[in-house]
Structure formats: structure tokens, C-alpha cells
């Protein structure tokens, strides 16, 4: 016959006839106990003082029942006391930098002649060192009503890309409503910033609100920098949650436990939504995660709750959530940029300026599709239209004073500062600029300035004179007149004035005499 321990319904039926002055065997055969035992009880009912008219409570069954059921303690068997004799090289081999397998402990005492049976080891390190114990756990009172939402990606499985034709993996975003276990799944091809932003407001548009708070899984997409504490979140990520009004607290890292509402999800929309489907494409996906969350897992029966999620969703959860949104949010890009000596920053393929005072440093640049920000420290210190890879958007205000000119590259000026130095000057600088491209001889045009400083408005403009008589417009040239005109010592101060100089001889040139028609007089002789 095999061991039978009583309960305490057993125990309070047999003290109960024993009051009834039943004797024993007629309380072992109603009961169903064994004779030795029901005497067993009685005998300890009469030892604790147990009266016919005291009512049977808990404290006093409990006090029968120990003096009868309590046992001592066996002794350890031999191979408990062969490992208690290792017990402190068997922890430290369990608790090392890396911990040894169990198997591995095992054969290494064999090697040691401490020979045992494995079960009899497991049974000794779970006992004595606590070894792979199980840890109690705590049964967390739910968030209030559209509190929290958890979210987490799940891999489901492969799909083939409409785009390319091959098969790929798809993911799925999933969110669940934390009270009401009210669930959104959004596939998804990527598992980026832009994929889960997207897959969030879909979630919102879904629900019909948004919680108050967030709690993410430890994503790179969502978390920069992950911490228990003090958890950084990716800048573009932080301005969603800003530009929507949440609050986000990312689940630990390797913590799934943190969001275990969503983490228990992942296998059940794996197997009940997308296994053996067929889907034509991403879309069609997208569309059939919809209607099975809200028709199919939005309508059964919770396994913890017992409740359908739908109904509790609809009746308490979504009055208490925040509106939805109205428009779809921009993800930006963020990055750190350096200022180039040309004043201009490199976000996303295309230039845009910054003022003279952030040369060479560091700022932060955030990019969305209309704005660009650039950011020195906490001071917005310049903002710029979004222009595609290849263009820039140049302010020429962020150029030093007198510099603006030389980036735009306008000829009116050139030609003004030329005529200020004398006619022909800005007769010569005309005749340089003149063309289809005239900013493609600029540095032409700054070359004869320079002259003009170099060697004085007056000279420059006499030999610019000169050149354009003869036609000559080369730089160049002038530049080699000047230098060998000009004369040893400092210049007076009168030179920079515009005077009109005699033109140049000519290398070749004749007198005018020279062309003259000379009368030749007639000979005189005898002969005539």
C-alpha cells in the first residue's frame, strides 16, 4: 500500500467524528485512513488538549497534525558526504570567470577518484550551493488605463520582395496596450528609426490614441545608449516622442522580462498570424495583420486577463489615451558636422553655409526634408532650406565683410572698383568680362585690381590706355609694361590719382617726318 500524507480536510474530518465520539475504526472506515493512523491523531488530539466542544480552527489543526506528521531529518547519504568534502572546489569551479559546466564538474572529479552519479552531483549543488535555484517572482499590478504601451520587433519569417524578387526577412513591429492587451502588428522590411516611427503612428491610427508612455525594447533604432539608469536615446527617436508628447522608458538590456507583456506575443503572432499565409507583397501583409488584430487576437479570450482585449480596450482603455495625430512626422537626420575654411557644413550630400565665427569647429546638424538646423551647443545658429545631394544653399551674409563678392561672382562690382580707378581701367576690365562666361575670366579681372595697388591707379591706367589702342587685352602683357616702366624709388603721392599719361611709343613706330613726300631737286651740270 502506498504512502498517504493527509491534508488538512482529512485532518479536520477525523478530529471532527473524534468529538463526535466516534471510535476509530468506524472513523478509518468512513474516512478512508488507515486505522494506525486516525489513532495516531486522536492520540496526538488528547496530548495538545483538545476538548469535544473546541472548535476545530486552523491553529489547532496545524498543531495536530505536526505532532504526527513531523518527521527528522535523514542523514546524508555517503556520496552527499564524499561532496561536502569538495564542496568549496566544486563552487569555485561553478562560480568561476567562465563558469564550468555542470557535465565538465562532473569529470573532473571522476578525475579527482570522487566518483558519483551525476544526478546525485545535480542534486548536491542545487541543495548545498543553490546552484541554477529558481528565483521568486513578483506579480506586477497592471498601468492604469492607456498609460502603456510596450513594443518590441519580432522576426516572422521570409517574404518575398516585390521590389527585387527575393526572398528576404520580414519583421514585424508589435505594440501592445499593457491594461487592455489590445494589439498592433506592423510589418516591416526594416528594423530603422524611420521603420518604427512609421510603424508607431500606424499603431496610433489603429487605436484611434496614443498612450502616455512608451516602453521599447533595447533597439538600436530607438536607444543610443543603453543604461539601467540613465538610458540615451537616439536624437531622432527623442524628437518623435517630443513631437508626440511621450515619454519613453526603454526595457533594460537583455531584460525581457521589463516588457514580458509584448516579449509573449512574439511567438503567437508568429504562429497564429503569419504561419502557412501567403502574401503577394508588403502590403497585402500590412493589410492582413490588421484585420487579425483586431478580429482575430482582439476578440479572444485572454489567457491571463480572461477578458477580450477589444472590449476592455474600446469601453475603458481609449477614453484615457491622448489623441492621435494628425500628420505623419518627419524623421530627421542627425549629425555631427565640421566647418570647412569654404564656411560651409556637408549634411546628407549637400553644403550649406555657417558665419566666419564657427570655422573649424564641431556643430550639430539636424537635416528633415524642408529644414536644415545647424546647432553649436544648445545656440541655433543657422537654418537653411533642404536642397538636394550635389547643391548648396550659400547665405552670403555668413562671409567676412568685403568677402561676399568674390562668392557671387558679380561682375557689376568688379567693373564698378575698375572705373573708380580710371576710364580706361574700367574700359580694360570690360573688355576682359566680355563674353557668354564672363565669370569664367575673373581672376583676370581681380589680377588688374591687384595692379591698381601695386603700382598705382595712375601707371595702370596709361598703360591700359595704351593696350587698348593697340588692342592688346592680356593681363599678362600689362603686367610686364608696368614692370618695366616703372622707376626706381617710391611711388609719389600723387600717383594713385587718375591723370592722363602720354601714350607709349611704340617698339617699331616712325616719325611722322619719316612718311613725308620729300621734293627732289634737279641736278645741275655741264652736260645740260
Avoid at 88 to 94: F, I
Wanted: proline letters at 6%; one cysteine or more.
Amino acid at each position: 500500500m502506498s504512502f498517504r500524507e493527509l491534508t488538512m480536510v482529512d485532518v479536520k474530518e477525523i478530529l471532527r467524528r473524534w468529538q463526535a465520539s466516534q471510535s476509530d475504526r468506524k472513523i478509518a472506515r468512513e474516512t478512508g485512513a488507515d486505522r494506525k493512523t486516525v489513532k495516531r491523531y486522536t492520540e496526538a488530539a488528547k496530548t495538545v488538549g483538545l476538548q469535544a466542544t473546541q472548535a476545530l480552527d486552523d491553529e489547532v489543526i496545524a498543531a495536530v497534525g505536526g505532532l504526527v506528521q513531523a518527521r527528522e531529518a535523514l542523514p546524508p547519504g555517503k556520496a552527499f558526504e564524499l561532496l561536502a568534502v569538495h564542496k568549496d572546489k566544486v563552487a569555485g569551479w561553478l562560480s568561476g570567470k567562465p563558469p564550468l559546466r555542470l557535465t565538465k564538474v562532473h569529470t573532473l572529479l571522476e578525475r579527482d577518484g570522487v566518483v558519483v552519479p551525476y544526478t546525485t552531483l545535480r542534486r548536491y549543488v542545487m541543495k548545498e550551493l543553490d546552484w541554477r535555484k529558481p528565483e521568486g517572482t513578483i506579480l506586477l499590478d497592471d498601468p492604469p488605463m492607456g498609460q502603456e504601451a510596450q513594443v518590441d520587433f519580432g522576426l516572422m519569417g521570409k517574404l518575398v520582395d516585390e521590389t527585387t524578387g527575393k526572398r528576404r526577412n520580414l519583421w514585424a513591429l508589435l505594440v501592445m496596450l499593457s491594461a487592455s492587451r489590445y494589439m498592433f502588428v506592423w510589418p516591416s522590411w526594416f528594423q530603422t528609426t524611420e521603420a518604427v516611427c512609421e510603424g508607431l503612428d500606424a499603431a496610433w491610427a489603429f487605436f484611434g490614441g496614443m498612450p502616455h508612455t512608451l516602453v521599447p525594447d533595447n533597439m538600436s533604432s530607438v536607444v543610443f545608449k543603453a543604461d539601467a539608469l540613465a538610458p540615451v536615446l537616439i536624437d531622432a527617436f527623442a524628437d518623435y516622442a517630443q513631437a508626440r508628447g511621450l515619454f519613453v522608458d526603454p526595457a533594460r538590456a537583455a531584460h525581457p522580462k521589463d516588457k514580458p507583456k509584448v516579449e509573449n506575443q512574439v511567438r503567437y503572432v508568429r504562429d497564429n498570424w503569419f504561419a502557412g499565409e501567403h502574401f503577394v507583397d508588403l502590403q497585402h501583409a500590412k493589410d492582413s495583420a490588421r484585420h487579425w488584430c483586431a478580429e482575430v487576437a482582439g476578440t479572444r479570450v485572454h489567457g491571463t486577463t480572461r477578458k477580450v482585449p477589444r472590449e476592455v480596450f474600446e469601453l475603458q482603455e481609449k477614453p484615457a489615451m491622448l489623441p492621435p495625430p494628425t500628420e505623419p512626422f518627419d524623421v530627421p537626420l542627425w549629425v555631427d558636422a565640421k566647418v570647412h575654411p569654404d564656411h560651409h557644413v556637408q549634411v546628407a550630400g549637400g553644403l550649406y553655409s555657417v558665419p566666419t565665427l564657427y570655422l573649424q569647429k564641431w556643430v550639430r546638424v539636424r537635416a528633415d526634408k524642408k529644414t536644415v538646423k545647424v546647432y553649436s551647443g544648445l545656440e541655433l545658429v543657422k537654418m537653411h532650406g533642404r536642397v538636394k545631394k550635389g547643391e548648396r544653399s550659400t547665405d552670403v551674409a555668413d562671409y567676412p565683410e568685403g568677402k561676399a563678392k568674390y562668392a557671387l561672382r558679380t561682375v557689376d562690382g568688379v567693373l564698378a572698383k575698375a572705373r573708380a580707378h580710371g576710364i580706361h581701367t574700367g574700359r580694360y576690365a570690360e573688355r576682359i568680362l566680355e563674353g557668354p562666361l564672363p565669370w569664367a575670366r575673373m581672376r583676370q579681372a581681380y589680377a588688374l585690381l591687384s595692379l591698381c595697388e601695386k603700382f598705382g591707379a595712375a601707371r595702370v591706367e596709361a598703360v591700359c590706355q595704351s593696350a587698348l589702342s593697340f588692342d592688346v587685352v592680356d593681363v599678362k602683357r600689362i603686367t610686364g609694361m608696368l614692370k618695366k616702366a616703372m622707376t626706381p624709388g617710391k611711388p609719389s603721392d600723387g600717383e594713385n590719382k587718375v591723370i592722363q599719361l602720354p601714350l607709349l611709343a611704340p617698339r617699331f613706330a616712325r616719325p611722322v617726318e619719316h612718311f613725308t613726300t620729300q621734293v627732289t631737286k634737279p641736278k645741275t651740270g655741264g652736260d645740260q
